[in-house]
Each structure stands twice: as structure tokens, then as C-alpha cells.
């Protein structure tokens, strides 16, 4: 499974990217608004460090508005994908710009028709929203299953699934098992994803019974 950063935050990007684990970046209008600077420069400041995916969200409501912030996101950086609501006049731009060859991200998905809908429409990238599931009482784990088996079903359907609104280490788990080809999480989950209690443990032992040592390597 590929691992997106969901984050507008370049310095939290940066050091997560010391990893090279970073296969891609999403944002969206909220995680833009954070960091009080310009959208463009943010996003070239994120695409100079990322050589992936940088999926950049239009704001329009309307198709035509949408194809044209589109193109002026475009220009920014060739790794930008365009980000698009799934709304009725977001899928007639999904439509219109896969035509044109534009990536494109489908975001805001909370249903299995919407997702097909959108792989229709030719969206390189469908976000189906986990957490946001979870918080209305639902499961997005089970809505990931279901449109893996959905997608399964079609070979001609080539969208991939981009897991999103990926709260905690569990979600990127389940979302791994329910085979998402990738999933975009919040640098604070990232940094759950390594730990755990007994590496810390084991790690302290080892390095107090080498101290008794007094060796070094060198
Ligand atoms: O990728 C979408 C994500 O940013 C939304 O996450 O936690 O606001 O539901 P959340």
C-alpha cells in the first residue's frame, strides 16, 4: 500500500520525508487555510520536496469554474493532481478533465455508488472518507471493502482507492487489509505507525548491556 502524507505543513512533510516512505501528498481547502500562506506557494514548496502525487483541491462549485482553477493549479508543478468534490458538477469535471488528460483525486466520498460513479468518470484517485464514516455511527472500513470488491469486480475500472480521513494506527491497518492501494494520514498518525512499547523496551536493554561493555564501533 502506498502512504500519502495528508498535510499542507512543509516542515512536517520534510522531516517525515527523511524516510523516503513518502509516495505522495493530498490536501484540501482546510489544511491549505492552516498555514495562512498562499495556496501557490505552498504547493510549490510541497512539490519541490515531493516528487509524487500532490493532489490540490479546486474550490469552484460549478464544472466550468472548476475546469479553469484546474488549469491554473496545473501549472504549478506536473506532479499536481486535481482535486474534485463528488458532486454532480465535480464528476462533469472529472469527466471533462480526464479528457484533457489531467490525474484527478475524487474527495468527499462517503458511498459505494459515488465511488463508482466517480471511477466512470475516469478519477486516477477516489477518496472514500474513513473517520468521518466512523463519526456518523457508520464503518469506513467496511465502505473500503466494499468498493475494493466493486473495482474487483470491473477490470476496466482503473481508479485506485485513496483512503482518507485516516484517524489513528488501526484505520491505516484495517484500510491495508481491506486492500486500499493507498492511504493519506495526518503526519501525528505517521509517527504512530513505527512505535511501540516493546521496541522502546527492548532497545533500552540492548543498549544498557552494551554500555557494560565498554566497546564502540568505529
Ligand atoms: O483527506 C481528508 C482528510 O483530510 C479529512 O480528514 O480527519 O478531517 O476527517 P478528517
Same mark, same amino acid.
Given at each position: 500500500?502506498?502512504?500519502?502524507?495528508?498535510?499542507?505543513?512543509?516542515?512536517?512533510?520534510?522531516?517525515?520525508?527523511?524516510?523516503?516512505?513518502?509516495?505522495?501528498?493530498?490536501?484540501?481547502?482546510?489544511?491549505?487555510?492552516?498555514?495562512?500562506?498562499?495556496?501557490?506557494?505552498?504547493?510549490?514548496?510541497?512539490?519541490?520536496?515531493?516528487?509524487?502525487?500532490?493532489?490540490?483541491?479546486?474550490?469552484?462549485?460549478?464544472?466550468?469554474?472548476?475546469?479553469?482553477?484546474?488549469?491554473?493549479?496545473?501549472?504549478?508543478?506536473?506532479?499536481?493532481?486535481?482535486?474534485?468534490?463528488?458532486?454532480?458538477?465535480?464528476?462533469?469535471?472529472?469527466?471533462?478533465?480526464?479528457?484533457?488528460?489531467?490525474?484527478?483525486?475524487?474527495?468527499?466520498?462517503?458511498?459505494?455508488?459515488?465511488?463508482?460513479?466517480?471511477?466512470?468518470?475516469?478519477?486516477?484517485?477516489?477518496?472514500?472518507?474513513?473517520?468521518?464514516? $466512523?463519526?456518523?455511527?457508520?464503518?469506513?472500513?467496511?465502505?473500503?471493502? $466494499?468498493?475494493?470488491?466493486?473495482?474487483?469486480?470491473?477490470?476496466?475500472?482503473?481508479?485506485?482507492?485513496?483512503?482518507?480521513?485516516?484517524?489513528?494506527?488501526?484505520?491505516?491497518?484495517?484500510?491495508?487489509?481491506?486492500?486500499?492501494?493507498?492511504?493519506?494520514?495526518?503526519?501525528?498518525?505517521?509517527?504512530?505507525?513505527?512505535?511501540?512499547?516493546?521496541? $522502546?523496551?527492548?532497545?533500552?536493554?540492548?543498549?544498557?548491556?552494551?554500555?557494560?561493555?565498554?566497546?564502540?564501533?568505529?
Amino acid at each position: 500500500m502506498k502512504i500519502y502524507i495528508d498535510s499542507s505543513d512543509i516542515k512536517e512533510i520534510k522531516e517525515i520525508n527523511k524516510t523516503q516512505l513518502v509516495d505522495g501528498i493530498t490536501t484540501n481547502p482546510s489544511l491549505i487555510a492552516k498555514q495562512n500562506k498562499d495556496i501557490k506557494v505552498i504547493l510549490k514548496e510541497i512539490c519541490k520536496e515531493i516528487k509524487g502525487p500532490v493532489s490540490a483541491e479546486v474550490t469552484a462549485t460549478q464544472a466550468k469554474q472548476m475546469i479553469e482553477e484546474a488549469k491554473v493549479l496545473q501549472k504549478i508543478s506536473k506532479n499536481i493532481v486535481i482535486k474534485l468534490p463528488l458532486t454532480f458538477e465535480g464528476l462533469k469535471a472529472c469527466s471533462h478533465l480526464t479528457k484533457k488528460g489531467y490525474k484527478t483525486n475524487v474527495t468527499l466520498c462517503f458511498s459505494v455508488t459515488q465511488a463508482l460513479l466517480a471511477a466512470k468518470a475516469g478519477a486516477t484517485y477516489i477518496s472514500p472518507f474513513v473517520g468521518r464514516l $466512523d463519526d456518523i455511527g457508520e464503518s469506513g472500513i467496511e465502505l473500503i471493502k $466494499d468498493i475494493r470488491k466493486v473495482f474487483d469486480n470491473y477490470k476496466d475500472l482503473k481508479t485506485k482507492i485513496l483512503s482518507a480521513s485516516v484517524r489513528n494506527a488501526e484505520h491505516v491497518k484495517e484500510v491495508a487489509k481491506a486492500g486500499s492501494d493507498i492511504a493519506t494520514i495526518p503526519p501525528k498518525v505517521f509517527h504512530e505507525l513505527y512505535k511501540h512499547d516493546l521496541t $522502546d523496551k527492548g532497545l533500552k536493554i540492548f543498549l544498557e548491556d552494551w554500555n557494560k561493555t565498554n566497546q564502540k564501533i568505529s
